[in-house]
């Protein structure tokens, strides 16, 4: 079954240093690949997408991520992390299913960010 | 131009009442998806309409209905309502017209119910 994982639930680092967060999907062929961020008592803002092309994408907030075919993965990095970073962030593919695109997401991955 | 509205933000009720939450998506989008959201289960998707139509459904009970309006305003509705339906139920719009993956979704800020 297609599926999402962020196998990380919790994530902790300092202010200043870098970050990765992790994400792996199952699926036959490449979906389309998308990260949100989703800060406390509000809905998901986009960072960035992968739909095909140069596998390093940018996205906003000084965001990128990089697609790993061979290891089905689409991780997301940042080289010097803000406070305001903390939040919690989903991956996500779309599949297509019976014709049309579904959105699949990950559990999500929490960063708490320390002064 | 305005993002997605979700009304009420909040919500309580008692098992076994029915709710109704409503979505207003960003203008001249046809696309509304519904998802629920609960710690540890992330967003697990309910269902998606485009022009009026159901276009795809989520593993969910037939205790979940959602239609969507000629305006492309979306309600979706929970009857005989269960604890375990405690969540933040998210609306997310997209400009798609033909089904293309490539269109990402906007969300709203949600409706957290609370079931007592």
């Known amino acids: 079954a297609q599926s999402v994982t962020q196998p990380d639930i919790h994530i902790t680092v300092s202010e200043g240093a870098s970050l990765e967060l992790r994400c792996n999907y199952s699926?036959?062929?490449?979906?389309?690949l998308f990260w949100y961020v989703q800060s406390p008592g509000q809905g998901l803002q986009l960072l960035l997408k992968?739909?095909?092309?140069?596998?390093l994408v940018q996205g906003i907030k000084g965001f990128e991520a990089e697609f790993k075919r061979s290891q089905s993965s689409f991780n997301l990095r940042k080289p010097s992390v803000h406070w305001s970073d903390a939040a919690e962030y989903f991956c996500?593919?779309?599949?297509?299913?019976?014709?049309?695109?579904?959105?699949?997401f990950g559990t999500g991955t929490r960063l708490k960010v320390l002064a | 131009k305005a993002g997605v509205t979700q009304t009420p933000r909040y919500l309580i009720k008692t098992r076994g009442q029915q709710v109704t939450l409503s979505c207003s998506p960003i203008s001249g989008h046809r696309s509304v998806s519904w998802y629920q959201q609960t710690p540890g289960q992330g967003l697990q998707f309910l269902f998606e309409y485009f022009s009026e139509t159901q276009r795809n459904k989520g593993n969910f009970p037939g205790r979940f209905s959602g239609r969507q309006f000629s305006n492309s305003r979306s309600e979706m509705n929970v009857s005989t309502l269960e604890l375990g339906d405690s969540a933040l139920y998210l609306c997310?719009?997209?400009?798609?017209?033909?089904?293309?993956?490539?269109?990402?979704?906007?969300f709203g800020n949600g409706t957290r119910l609370t079931v007592t």
């Open positions: 992968y739909f095909s092309g140069d596998t």
């Open positions: 997310a719009s997209s400009p798609l017209k033909d089904g293309s993956g490539q269109s990402p979704l906007h």
């Open positions: 996500a593919v779309a599949i297509i299913t019976s014709g049309t695109y579904k959105y699949i």
């Open positions: 699926y036959g062929a490449t979906p389309y």
